[in-house]
């Protein structure tokens, strides 16, 4: 993928020991490799008071995602809603959001638990959603039959759509929509203008940086990733140590790191996991070249398996019930004795 990180970048991507778990974790979801969505509670203050031509206070809402190169665990996407005038005095100047590529580990765990914190400003003002996309949804969307295939661009569209339906669904007064680019930003701003005429949307390559709502929403989806990477290794990821040695002695050499292909860790994971058969669990994207190399090399200890077609031995065509005049002349006693005209010769 192109936006696999590199090198120092992927000590950012690789979710810290600590990390908070979120309430947007469904580690029922997970384990079973089902994507799902999630939504905070709604601020009183942003909500639509009751009565004709009333609305609620005009806000701003970032969408971004993180997890969208990785071979491991799910791709999230998240939105972040605010009131507009708060933007940057409360996300910018109080708190300092930023790209969460940009912003540690620590920090971006950080601010998310500020985030969830009923006592803290950031929850009495803001909202947001996330939407994990599964590994094992990924892949069964991308391996799909030629013609019908569902590449992570549609997925991903999808998924943004849904969310902020969504956040509009639950009575949010939103006016303008920032996006975090997938592909050509003027191609992906006219389809999210379609579905939402109402809003006024901007889609702009970093945006993360950029605009505040959208670095908030990267530290929701990236918060979620890490937080659910956390969750799949405690029971996907982890091996018994060998002769009954202790797990936690096992963790360090059997780490997945980040999840990205080019993370040293996580490709020695999967080279060192891998089922002859079934190769992964729902933690593994079948569909990335990595993992589907792995399971085609020759060396890769993976077993072959050639499903043979479909057959039931069955070739009647239709006309094959439909006898002729001469094919019941011949045809066997039992076959062709009823209704057949007898003469008295019978009685």
């Known amino acids: ?50 009565g004709p031509e009333t609305t609620g206070p005009p806000c701003a809402l970032g ?28 996300l910018r100047e109080t708190h300092h959001f930023d790209d969460s590529k940009v912003l540690t580990p620590a920090v971006r765990s950080t601010l998310m638990e500020t985030l969830c914190t009923p006592t803290s400003d950031l ?27 569902y590449n992570l661009n549609a997925q991903a569209m999808d998924a943004t759509v849904e969310l902020i339906r969504g956040v509009y669904a639950a009575g949010i007064n939103i006016k303008e929509i920032y996006v975090d680019t997938i592909g050509q930003p003027a191609v992906y701003q006219k389809k999210l203008e379609r579905v939402f005429p109402t809003a006024k949307i901007t889609v702009a390559k970093k945006a993360d940086s950029l605009y505040p709502s959208v670095s908030a929403a990267s530290v929701c989806a990236k918060v979620t990733r890490d937080a659910a990477l956390e969750t799949l290794w405690k029971v996907r990821g982890r091996q018994p140590g060998k002769d009954g040695e202790d797990a936690e002695q096992d963790t360090e050499v059997m780490a997945w790191g980040s999840g990205y292909p080019s993370d040293g860790r996580c490709v020695s994971w999967l080279r060192g996991n891998m089922h002859p058969v079934f190769g992964w669990g729902p933690e593994c994207r079948f569909s990335w070249g990595t993992a589907k190399d792995m399971l085609e090399a020759a060396k890769g200890g993976g077993v072959k398996v050639d499903w043979p077609v479909d057959d039931d031995g069955d070739t009647h065509r239709m006309t094959d019930f439909f006898l002729s005049k001469d094919q019941e002349q011949e045809g066997d006693e039992l076959g062709t004795w009823f209704g057949t005209p007898a003469g008295l010769e019978a009685f």
Do not use: H, K, Q
Request: proline share 13%; net charge negative; glycine share 10%.
């Open 63 to 90: 969408v971004d995602e993180a997890g969208r190169g990785p071979v491991l665990g799910p791709m999230v996407y998240g939105v972040f809603y605010l009131p507009l005038p708060l933007s940057d005095p409360l």
């Open 1 to 50: 993928m192109d936006d696999t990180p590199m090198g120092e970048d992927i000590a950012l991507e690789t979710p810290a020991s600590d990390v908070f778990i979120p309430p947007s974790i469904n580690e029922a979801a997970l384990l079973r490799g089902d994507s799902y969505t999630y939504f905070s509670p709604v601020p009183p203050t942003l909500l639509t008071p009751e």
């Open 123 to 149: 929850y009495a003002s803001c909202g947001w959603a996330i939407s994990a996309l599964s590994a094992r949804d990924i892949g069964s969307g991308m391996l799909r039959p030629a013609g019908a295939g």
